[in-house]
C-alpha cells in the first residue's frame, strides 16, 4: 500500500524560509529528539493514522531507528520488527 506520511512543527522567529527549514531539519536529526511523531495516511482513502516512533520504542514493538545526518543516512533506514 502508498502512504502519504508527515511531520509538522511550528518554527518561530526565523528570518526566511529557508532558515525555518533548516531549524525543522536540525529538530528532525538532533540525537535526543522527540519530532517521531508522523502522520500516515493512505492513499487509498482509508483512515489515517498518527504514529509515535518513540512511544513504539518504549513499548519494544520495534528496535531503535538510528540515523546519522548526512543526505541519504535516513533513506535506507528500516523499522524492524522485534515483536
Known amino acids: 500500500m502508498d502512504y502519504l506520511v508527515s511531520w509538522k512543527i511550528d518554527v518561530f522567529d526565523a528570518a526566511t524560509p529557508i532558515e525555518a527549514a ?7 536529526t538532533c540525537p535526543d529528539t522527540i519530532a517521531t511523531v508522523f502522520t500516515v495516511r493512505p492513499k487509498d482513502g482509508s483512515t489515517p493514522v498518527q504514529v509515535d516512533l518513540t512511544e513504539l520504542a518504549e513499548e519494544e514493538k520495534f528496535a531503535t531507528i538510528l540515523c546519522s545526518p548526512g543526505p ?6 528500516m523499522l524492524n520488527r522485534i515483536k
Do not use: I, L, P
Not at 533548516?22 to 528532525?28: D, F, G, Y
Not at 541519504?72 to 533506514?77: E, M, P, Q
Open 72 to 77: 541519504a543516512s535516513c533513506t535506507a533506514a
Open 22 to 28: 533548516m531549524q525543522a531539519r536540525k529538530a528532525q
